[in-house]
């Protein structure tokens, strides 16, 4: 399921276990109305255990890490559930729309 601005999440930390990506890098192509996310689309800020003393949450923003091998929005890989994203990866996006079969 190809991934898009507002698409959730997980995190892979223990602060904030989910987040949202933010506006897509790139707003040429559309899944169910809404802008393909690729590599490089930030996350909306959420709290990760970053912060001195070690472990304190505290807010930063991550990306969104890989997207198919094959399919491009200008060039850049469209990302897919299950791609990686912060520590974690995607874990919704379109229902109908699909690149390479994710």
């Known amino acids: 399921m ?3 601005d507002f698409d959730m999440l997980s995190t892979g930390h ?4 989910t987040t949202t990506l933010s506006l897509s890098l790139v707003r040429t192509v559309k899944a169910n109305g809404i802008a ?3 590599v490089g689309t ?3 800020p959420h709290n990760a255990p970053i912060c001195p003393p070690p472990n304190i949450c505290c807010p930063h923003i991550m990306f969104l ?3 198919s091998p ?3 929005i200008s060039g850049i890989p469209w990302g897919r559930v299950t791609d ?3 520590a974690g990866s995607m874990i919704r996006g379109s229902l109908n729309v699909f690149a390479n079969g994710l």
């Open 2 to 4: 190809a991934v898009r």
């Open 14 to 17: 223990s602060c904030d276990f």
């Open 36 to 38: 393909g996310a690729v």
């Open 42 to 44: 930030p996350t909306i």
């Open 65 to 67: 890490n890989a997207g």
């Open 70 to 72: 094959n399919v491009k």
């Open 84 to 86: 990686s994203a912060d």
